[in-house]
């Protein structure tokens, strides 16, 4: 089965420093995101990006973070100076179709195993 | 009233049991739904899509009640592996075209030897 994957599984990094954290989204997929989920808190959109741009962010994505698809297959978020606060599980995500569209199987969300940042 | 919105929990029963977890969103232009389950420190995975007509699989049934912007999971015959976080998903128009999958913080059940 296909499947999303991430790198690093965890990063532990001192407060100020940036991370990068990289995805490989399924193949055949269009549609790329990033969620995040602090210890012991519900799953938070960041950010959905098509197309080579940004299609819709929330209002956690401010100017620390960038997404960026440097080449055919991967997809990275880019925390600039990072902060105690920004400590959570980093889900990338990807689907074929447009979640908005009539229910189908192409525009289900698989997400990857998660990368666990530590901002110490 | 938060955007989704679940049964705080935890459920903990015993093998066998059937639990319903129920979800209430906010927002009526959402378009479709989702109940993903969590296990500890991993990745959602989509348990399965939720109908307007509601829909069964296998021990899971999903039922939708728009007018009451309602979703509810029933689990029968719970096993020992049915232990998760049920997170009930939204998929909620955030401005224009855009969609948005808005989760609910999870309902824990624990099934019981």
């Known amino acids: 089965e296909p499947e999303v994957t991430q790198t690093p599984s965890h990063q532990v990094t001192q407060m100020g420093q940036e991370v990068i954290l990289r995805c490989v989204p399924i193949?055949?997929?269009?549609?790329f995101y990033w969620y995040r989920q602090i210890l012991g808190q519900k799953v938070e959109f960041l950010v959905s990006f098509y197309n080579n741009e940004i299609s819709e962010k929330s209002e956690i994505f401010d100017d620390q973070f960038s997404v960026e698809r440097p080449d055919g297959s991967n997809f990275t978020l880019k925390i600039r100076s990072t902060k105690l606060e920004d400590s959570a599980m980093y889900f990338c995500?990807?689907?074929?179709?447009?979640?908005?569209?009539?229910?189908?199987?192409?525009?289900?969300?698989?997400f990857g195993a998660g990368s666990r940042l530590t901002v110490l | 009233r938060k955007e989704v919105e679940q049964d705080p929990g935890p459920f903990n029963v015993p093998e066998g049991a059937t639990v319903a977890f129920n979800c209430t969103y906010s927002?009526?232009?959402?378009?479709?739904f989702f109940w993903y389950r969590q296990d500890c420190r991993k990745e959602p995975k989509l348990l399965m899509s939720v109908y307007s007509s509601g829909n069964e699989d296998g021990r899971f049934t999903a039922q939708l009640n728009r007018a009451s912007q309602y979703i509810s999971l029933l689990i029968r015959d719970s096993k020992l592996s049915d232990s998760a976080t049920y997170l009930c998903?939204?998929?909620?128009?955030?401005?224009?075209?855009?969609?948005?999958?808005?989760f609910g913080k999870g309902t824990l059940l624990t099934v019981n030897p």
């Open positions: 193949s055949n997929h269009l549609y």
């Open positions: 995500a990807s689907s074929e179709g447009i979640p908005g569209q009539a229910l189908s199987g192409a525009n289900v969300l698989t």
């Open positions: 998903v939204v998929n909620m128009r955030s401005g224009g075209s855009n969609y948005k999958l808005t």
């Open positions: 927002n009526s232009a959402s378009q479709s």
